[in-house]
């Protein structure tokens, strides 16, 4: 019986090029003003990071060569995230989910399932998502939000970790992703899984899972409400 779905973001709820072509954007053409921003504490922070790893160098030109090597680097991360949160309060920035992904989630969650995220991005970031998207703030349908500090995504332990924060045991868990290894690890882990297939997103399909295309295929293939 499955009752918490544990979702990714990017090719599974949210297409890969709003993040691609907006979000990172967005950040890259944020950062030259924010990193001058000295009466900001996590500004200030994030530049005594670099500075720690890249003695002498730019903090700029570091975070423009992760950017360009899609590096997680923390310091980055902070900033990224201040870049998006003042795009989201402001309006620039609205995420556009796929249509399927509202009314799915709403479903599961008034039937009583539990939702959480597991994504690469910063849970902040997944709230600033998931807080200012076209269909509406979606952050109370979700219970839990999980990021990197859990573990990496293809890591088996990672799942189990957030299984035991969840209390729930990992059979009653299913995790919906686009990344085949991301699949793996929490099958690994004892999760359910299934792979989005996302047309737009040409995803290439993984044949250790089974496969939907939308949140609504999901719903079929595993008896959940819809």
């Known amino acids: 019986m499955i009752r918490l779905v544990l979702l990714d973001i990017e090719g599974t709820t949210l297409p890969i090029s709003f993040v691609r072509d907006v979000m990172f954007p967005y950040a890259a053409k944020a950062l030259p003003e924010l990193l001058t921003r000295q009466d900001n504490p996590k500004v200030v922070e994030a530049i005594a990071d670099i500075a720690a790893t890249h003695p002498g160098e730019s903090p700029l030109s570091v975070c423009e060569s992760w ?133 737009q997103d040409e995803t290439i399909a993984h044949d250790g899972a089974p496969q939907a295309a939308t949140l609504e295929d999901v719903s079929s293939l595993f008896s959940l409400p819809s």
């Not at 980055?76 to 995420?95: M, T, V």
């Not at 939000?145 to 990672?158: A, P, R």
């Open 67 to 199: 950017m360009a090597k899609d590096e997680k680097a923390a310091p980055l991360k902070s900033l990224q995230g201040i870049a998006w949160k003042s795009g989201f309060d402001d309006g620039a920035l609205k995420a556009d989910l796929y249509p399927d992904v509202p009314p799915a989630l709403r479903s599961w969650h008034d039937a009583g399932l539990k939702l959480a995220v597991y994504s690469s991005g910063s849970v902040q970031a997944q709230k600033l998502l998931y807080g200012h998207t076209a269909q509406g703030d979606l952050t109370p349908l979700f219970n839990g939000f999980f990021d990197l500090s859990t573990g990496g995504k293809k890591d088996s332990q990672s799942y189990a970790r957030i299984a035991e924060s969840m209390d729930l045991p990992p059979a009653e868990i299913l995790f919906l992703s686009d990344i085949g290894a991301e699949l793996d690890a929490a099958s690994q882990a004892g999760l359910q899984v299934c792979q989005l297939v996302r047309p």
